[in-house]
């Protein structure tokens, strides 16, 4: 048995909604589908996801949310129209939203319960739009699958249980198609995931039911060695680990979620990644063990958006609990962190920028200063991270090396370097200006 997930750039159009029956009637085997909501169908298109972002966003603030209702309407009947089934699903939209607004939900919620309209109404196209081809399937709500999950709007975890409820989807006869993105909580209320969640719920589903292969499709060939939106024509990667694909997905590689690969590794439920465009390519496959490759660099990922608080003290390295007291700061202040590269007397914490807004930032400083009494304290912004990641790496020398010269030919200052404790990866913070320049230096070191 296979779960095929199929993303919001496969599942964007009509078109693409007849490629992906195509997929799903080409192999018997792919019996339980998860789906995303419509993605973009072109660079200046927007994702249903952002139109229900910003329908939920016109509540909140007293507006009408009349004109993003009807963005999201018209794109559902596009696709019902082109297909030739019933726009039954546009009544039970606007139904939805009526039902959300006039819940007691708390506004999180109700914009939680709001975001997963896209998903849940294209799970129901397309097994309306399955059946019409004559195959024998059924929509299936995750509370339904039974994909219970922990009460974070916004940002849910999995809760142990749903695997238990989701192995009973192996007796179904028919073609089961879920929507990914969200869960419920034990109490009935709806929670999504982070953005990007399709790819989570993929992975548990295929975990809960024991899977053969977890098949991921997506709009390119395979995961290539660095972001294609970066390189042009970059290095196709056959074949990942999937400590290699979690550290390449958390650092930048936006093809798959960083959280999706832990129900699938836990499993042992391998996972490949294909084109619904190209279905019959190899993609790329993400197992626990893969042959040893000539390069032991796989991947160089990059993100930007992020900052490094700077904390000095002179004789911080014998001060008992410092690090404890700062990081204590943040966790109150409801603030997590990437990364805490040290030296005898310093220390900076690397956070997200949208993690620090104005207001907490100033409540962050002025709780460093009266509490840990440092002889420097400050905020550095727009850095980006680049993340050199291969399992060969920890027993090749002159990786640092290599990676140092592409920067130096980049003309890109090292703001910071940092290498992680399992030796998988190597980490460079710099000036998010430099990163095109520094990735492509890179790309040409290690793969050209
Ligand atoms: N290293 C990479 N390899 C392949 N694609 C990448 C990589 N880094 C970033 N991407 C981007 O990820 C996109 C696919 O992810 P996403 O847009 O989330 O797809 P989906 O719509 O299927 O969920 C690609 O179109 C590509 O622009
Ligand atoms: N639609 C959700 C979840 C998702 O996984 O989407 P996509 O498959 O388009 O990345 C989002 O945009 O976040």
Do not use: W
């Amino acid at each position: 048995m296979k779960v095929a997930k199929f993303g919001g750039s496969s599942v964007a159009s009509a078109e693409q909604l007849r490629k992906v029956a195509n997929i799903i009637m080409d192999d018997s085997d792919r019996r339980v589908i998860v789906v995303s909501a419509p993605g973009k169908r072109s660079k200046e298109d927007t994702k249903v996801t952002d139109l229900l972002i910003a329908l939920g966003e016109a509540y909140k603030s007293g507006n009408d949310y009349e004109l993003q209702l009807k963005l999201v309407l018209e794109r559902f009947k596009s696709i019902t129209d082109e297909l030739g089934i019933s726009d039954q699903v546009t009544t039970e939209i606007r139904q939805d939203v009526e039902s959300v607004f006039s819940s007691n939900y708390s506004d999180a919620l109700k914009l939680d319960a709001i975001k997963a309209i896209g998903e849940d109404s294209l799970a129901k196209v397309l097994s309306d739009y399955l059946i019409s081809l004559g195959l024998e399937a059924t929509y299936l709500n995750p509370k339904d699958a039974g994909i219970f999950v922990s009460d974070e709007p916004g940002s849910a975890q999995i809760l142990e249980e749903s695997y238990e409820h989701l192995y009973k989807l192996r007796e179904r006869k028919e073609i089961v198609v879920i929507p990914g993105f969200f869960g419920y909580t034990k109490d009935g209320k709806l929670v999504t995931f982070s953005r990007g969640g399709s790819d989570i719920t993929g992975s548990i589903v295929a975990a809960g039911v024991d899977a053969d292969l977890y098949e991921n499709f997506t709009d390119v060939d395979s995961v290539y060695c660095v972001n294609p939106n970066i390189v042009e024509n970059p290095k196709e990667i056959t074949s990942l680990t999937y400590k290699e694909m979690r550290e390449l997905s958390y650092a930048g590689f936006s093809v798959f979620h960083d959280e999706a690969l832990i129900p699938a590794f836990k499993a042992s439920i391998p996972v490949c990644i294909k084109n619904t465009n190209n279905p019959h390519g190899l993609g790329t496959i993400i197992v626990a063990k893969k042959e040893t490759s000539e390069n032991p660099v796989v991947g160089i990922a990059s993100d930007s958006g992020f900052l490094s608080l700077y904390v000095s003290k002179y004789l911080m390295n014998r001060e008992l609990g410092f690090g404890r007291k700062l990081l204590n700061i943040l966790e109150d202040e409801g603030i997590s962190f990437e990364h805490t590269p040290s030296g005898i007397d310093d220390l900076s914490v690397i956070i997200r920028e949208s993690q620090l807004t104005p207001t907490k930032e100033e409540i962050v400083i002025r709780r460093i200063k009266e509490e840990l009494d440092p002889d420097t304290v400050n905020i550095e912004r727009g850095l980006a991270l680049i993340m050199i990641v291969g399992e060969g790496m920890n027993s090749t020398i002159g990786i640092a090396e290599k990676a140092t010269r592409a920067f130096t030919h980049a003309n890109v200052n090292l703001e910071m370097i940092n290498q992680g404790s399992s030796e998988v990866s190597l980490m460079f913070g710099i000036k998010a200006e430099g990163v095109n320049a520094a990735v492509k230096a890179l790309y040409q070191e290690f793969f050209e």
